[in-house]
């Protein structure tokens, strides 16, 4: 054998390349990746928000037997419960057959997308035209918002109670709202600003329509149709804008990207392109013994605050609730639960290869993506999960012949991100980041891969039965 075929031989025992999802799957998977997208997409259009993501869920969940849980009510093996937090937050879980001491399998994604907030006195009319005021949620960039088709999605609760649902913009018959930005010709000073703050934030104003309320005269016609209008169709008035969650959104539906439709471009892939497979590999793994938690979480892009954000002790509530109902010991519990914090990452983009460290980047189409850290400079905000934990992950993702790969979000000092694990870990519950891979993260159209999307399904499936 020449000494060229022994290196051959040896870097291929001992190196390691990451394996991309077309070349090492058959066809027939490569068609059960091609197939699982339609439904994602579907989900992706009926849930823009984190209220209409539960609401579908729930939906989903009832299909499969699952059933509102409350706390104190008696629990069984093979039962399939769920948990409505004030309608933003779900938590999904079965009970297995091997003792609750033996822990919880958790995967933790979350529902909440930046976008464009409308403010609680957002009317006001000038220059002909009526806007609404708002204020973005998240981290986006204000400029790519400007310029584009945008949906009104969100619920307006009266002051007796009464929740009225709001969704302007989806509809083909619907009209949609607006940003304006500045035309080239007068954008001298504005194109000599900073991308950052070309934009302002108090710029973000929709557009929400320009002809007068018949017979109205004075500065305010425009302002009075558009209430008119409102009233008409949802029976609101401008003091009902006070108790309103109210969002602008990118209108139309999820697209396939790409001549050979291996990529899908949509409104809020971070972090539902985690969310649909956690839910759909709970559903296909009924036969596991093990007790299994899906949360869809809310305000992640906020830093996870509040009472349905993941530090809210609702996590730890349940877990007992859990544990009492099934005679086991709560911090025994804790102790032996394991988690997947399913959370999207970075995806390498040549276009820009200068903010990414390219051997540790994730790869379009090479698969679900683990990030053993997140955070920020020297993993500052992070949950550094344990080789052995790491290892542990890896077992159970090549018994299943899942595709997967390590990533990282970009260069160290570049700039960096958090997700909900290190809100996990802190209750000393094991815990790693595993995702999937997205271009123009946070942008109002991001793309992800079939094949990666396809892989975190697996993985969730092989995570819940392992």
């Known amino acids: ?13 001992l190196g390691y390349k990451k394996a991309n999802f077309y070349e090492k799957a058959d066809e027939a998977t490569i068609k059960a990746a091609y197939d699982y997208a339609p439904g994602y997409m579907a989900y992706l259009d009926a849930a823009k928000t984190e209220r209409e993501a539960v609401t579908v869920s729930i939906a989903m969940a009832e299909k499969e037997g699952y059933v509102p ?4 009510m008696p629990l069984q093996v093979g039962g399939k419960y769920y948990y409505n937090n004030r309608g933003r937050n779900l938590y999904l879980f079965r009970v297995g057959s091997e003792p609750i001491d033996k822990g919880i399998r958790i995967v933790a994604s979350h529902v909440d997308v930046p976008r464009i907030d409308v403010k609680q006195c957002p009317l006001y009319e000038d220059g002909g035209m009526a ?3 708002t204020h973005y949620y998240g981290g986006i960039r204000k400029y790519q918002w400007v310029t584009i088709p945008l949906a009104l999605h969100g619920v307006v609760v009266k002051q007796d109670g009464t929740v009225i649902d709001v969704c302007i913009g989806e509809d083909p018959a619907d009209p949609v709202i607006y940003i304006n930005d500045l035309l080239p010709h007068l954008a001298k000073d504005q194109s000599a600003k900073p991308l950052g703050s070309a934009i302002p934030a108090e710029g973000l104003n929709l557009l929400m329509g320009s002809r007068p309320y018949p017979g109205c005269e004075g500065g305010n016609a425009i302002r009075l149709n558009v209430l008119a209008l409102l009233n008409e169709k949802y029976g609101i008035t401008e003091e009902d804008f006070l108790s309103a969650d109210l969002s602008a959104v990118p209108a139309g539906k999820a697209r396939d990207v790409g001549l050979d439709r291996s990529l899908i471009g949509a409104y809020g892939h971070d972090d539902r392109v985690c969310a649909y497979p956690s839910i759909t590999a709970l559903f296909g793994t009924d036969d596991s013994v093990h007790t299994a938690m899906v949360i869809l979480a ?23 609730e859990i ?15 394991k988690c997947l914090s399913s959370d999207v990452t970075a995806c390498f983009d040549p276009n820009f290869a200068e903010v990414y460290e390219r051997r540790n980047s994730s790869l379009i189409n090479c698969g679900v993506a683990m990030s053993k850290y997140t955070g920020h400079g020297g993993k500052s905000g992070t949950n550094d999960a344990p080789a052995e934990f790491v290892a542990w992950i890896r077992k159970i993702l090549a018994d299943a012949n899942v595709v997967w790969q390590a990533g990282e979000l970009g260069k160290a000092d570049q700039g960096g991100g958090g997700t909900v694990a290190k809100f996990i870990a802190k209750h000393n519950i094991e815990t790693v980041d595993l995702g999937v891979p997205v271009i123009a993260m946070h942008a109002p159209y991001e793309i ?19």
């Open 1 to 13: 054998m020449s000494e060229t075929n022994v290196a051959t031989e040896l870097e291929a025992k």
């Open 69 to 72: 849980y409350t706390f104190g």
């Open 131 to 133: 806007f609404f005021k």
């Open 298 to 320: 809310d305000k992640e892009e906020i830093g996870s605050e509040g009472n349905t954000g993941m530090q809210s002790e609702l996590l730890t509530d349940l877990i007992s």
């Open 323 to 337: 544990t009492t109902a099934l005679g086991g010991h709560f911090a025994t519990v804790k102790a032996n639960s």
């Open 448 to 466: 992800i891969s079939k094949a990666d999307l396809y892989t975190a399904h697996q993985a969730f499936e092989a995570f819940f039965k392992a």
